[in-house]
């Protein structure tokens, strides 16, 4: 039997691919955007180390996998958790893009003037 997600009132189950995060689909995405919104915020500030951006860039790509393995293998999800796992999936890409350009930026910074 399914476990109930840990979410105070939530009674939803918890998908295998969630039982390590004890959430369930909704819960899990919810909290993911808000570690996600956190993030960018990080990077914004643009005072983490090359290495910081390489497990930030390490967690979305783990994080992706977990959506992925959630939205293919969860059984009789509804079409609004699916449009909401697409909606965290997107919003991991665009971490990922501003991952990018902050790198692309510390790249342009080290570089010495002629
Ligand atoms: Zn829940």
Redesign the pocket.
């Given at each position: 039997m399914a476990t109930a997600?840990s979410?105070p009132g939530?009674k939803?189950p918890v998908p295998a691919e969630l039982e390590s995060a004890g959430?369930?689909v909704?819960?899990f995405t919810q909290q993911l955007e808000r570690t996600c919104w956190d993030l960018r915020l990080e990077i914004a500030r643009g005072t983490s180390s090359a290495a910081r951006h390489a497990e930030l860039s390490d967690f979305v790509a783990d994080q992706g996998e977990v959506l992925a393995r959630v939205g293919t293998r969860t059984p009789k999800l509804s079409d609004e958790l699916k449009s909401r796992i697409l909606a965290t999936f997107l919003t991991l890409m665009n971490l990922h893009e501003h991952l990018e350009r902050a790198a692309g930026r510390r790249a342009s910074i080290s570089v010495p003037n002629p």
């Open positions: 997600c979410n939530c939803s959430q369930c909704l819960h």
